[in-house]
């Protein structure tokens, strides 16, 4: 497991764009599979997007298809989620998590993760 430090929340306004990134301080993120999740208040933690471990493939959650892309930079190590149009609805806590099996492609499930990072706050409003 390592320690996930997510950055780049924000308040931002209906059809605008943030990007967030996920790294491992003093650490790497290593072969392993990397996504985002995210949990509004009263909502179980809900898929945004999952990256496989050599980028090769990225799968994303119905509500953010075609918005969000998830992306990762070797050289810098860290991992991003660019968010498009957003909306209200995209309100949350966003999590970033590195999956348990390495040279994976990850799942849509938080019981496949085991490291995360303390999440990052980002509010839409209209």
């Known amino acids: 497991q390592v320690r996930l430090v997510e950055s780049g929340g924000g308040l931002v306004q209906a059809g605008n764009s943030l990007r967030l990134s996920c790294a491992a301080p003093g650490r790497t993120l290593g072969t392993y599979p990397m996504a985002w999740f995210r949990q509004a208040p009263g909502n179980e933690r809900e898929f945004v997007a999952k990256?496989?471990?050599?980028?090769?493939?990225?799968t994303y959650g119905d509500s953010v298809k075609d918005r969000f892309v998830i992306s990762r930079d070797k050289a810098k190590d860290t991992v991003y989620l660019q968010m498009n149009s957003l909306t209200v609805e995209d309100t949350a806590v966003y999590y970033c998590?590195?999956?348990?099996?390495?040279?994976?492609?990850?799942?849509?499930?938080?019981?496949?993760?085991?490291?995360w990072g303390q999440g990052t706050q980002v509010t839409v409003s209209s």
């Open positions: 990256l496989a471990w050599d980028s090769t493939r990225a």
């Open positions: 998590a590195r999956g348990r099996t390495l040279y994976g492609v990850g799942s849509g499930e938080p019981t496949d993760y085991d490291s």
